[in-house]
Each structure stands twice: as C-alpha cells, then as structure tokens.
C-alpha cells in the first residue's frame, strides 16, 4: 500500500513538472532588443537611409526615441513581438505610424534590428543580426613587463637570494 502510493506521488510530481516546463516553453524566454536607425549601406548595391526620427512604442509605452545614427533597446518576454513606429522620414514631415509583428528566435538574446531594413520590406538577413558585445581592450599599464604576477617587483627583501642579508 505504501509503495503504491509513493509511486503515485512521484508521478504526480514528474506531471506537475512537465506541466511547468510545457508553460516556461510557452512563455517563451526573454529577449534584449535593439533597434537601429541607421543608414543600411550596400545591401544588393543600395543604401536605406536612416529616418530623421523614429518613435518606438510597445504594449503603449514608449520604448524608444531614435533620431539619425542612434540606437537604443528594450526588453520583451516571449516569441511573438508586436511595436508601433512613428516615422518620420525627414525633418518638418508628419510621422507616419505603421504597426509591425515580428516572430523572435528561441535561440537568440540580443536581437539588433535594423528599423530602415525592416521598414523598407527586405529579408530577414538585411534588417536582423546577432547582438556581439565589444571584447574589452587590455590596459597596457594592467601587464608586467618583469613577470612578477604578484606585483611586488622584488621588494621583498630577498634580493640576495636567501633573504638572510649578509650572514
């Protein structure tokens, strides 16, 4: 009697699990995005423009306020991402508000998208990238030129060998 109902508590629990991790899928994960306002150059010989100012505006907050050459970011849970743009193309234009909806990689954190791509209708590959943070730059004063990885360039009084002086 007791095994039985040690077996069904731990298939209770293998479900309830299961149960969770199904909503964690279905949730989705988090994602840091960023967007870009910046001139697209090159793609298939021509270059997108970036916009005088472009508004970028979530679940109704604003999330975002680019001018020309600028980027900024937010974050968002979840695979299926939904913003409003207000563009305005070039200075002393009415913005014009366009809606879009964008399925995110699973498997990506750091979504840069490219707002003048995106808005122009190219390919996934023109406006999407991968988020890469800059490696840090070692300082050159951080290195030792004598080898001494403690940093006590010989003071410690064992200058002779010993240590003992002149015994």
Request: hydrophobic fraction near 40%; include cysteine.
């Amino acid at each position: 009697m007791k095994s039985k109902r040690r077996i069904l508590f731990s298939l209770l629990m293998v479900l309830i699990l299961a149960a969770v991790s199904a909503c964690m899928l279905v949730i989705g994960r988090g994602h840091t995005l960023y967007f870009d306002n910046k001139t697209l150059e090159g793609y298939e010989g021509q270059d997108y423009k970036a916009y005088e100012r472009v508004v970028v505006t979530v679940k109704g907050k604003e999330v975002a306020k680019l001018n020309k050459r600028e980027r900024d970011m937010t974050t968002w849970i979840g695979q299926n991402f939904k913003m409003t743009l207000a563009v305005t193309e070039k200075k002393g234009d009415e913005p014009v508000v366009q809606e879009i909806s964008l399925k995110l990689p699973y498997s990506v954190d750091g979504i840069v998208i490219n707002l003048p791509a995106l808005l122009a209708g190219l390919p996934e590959e023109a406006w999407f990238s991968e988020f890469v943070p800059a490696a840090a730059e070692k300082d050159p004063e951080d290195e030792n030129p004598d080898g001494d990885s403690f940093g006590l360039d010989g003071e410690l009084g064992l200058e002779d060998g010993l240590g003992l002086g002149d015994i």
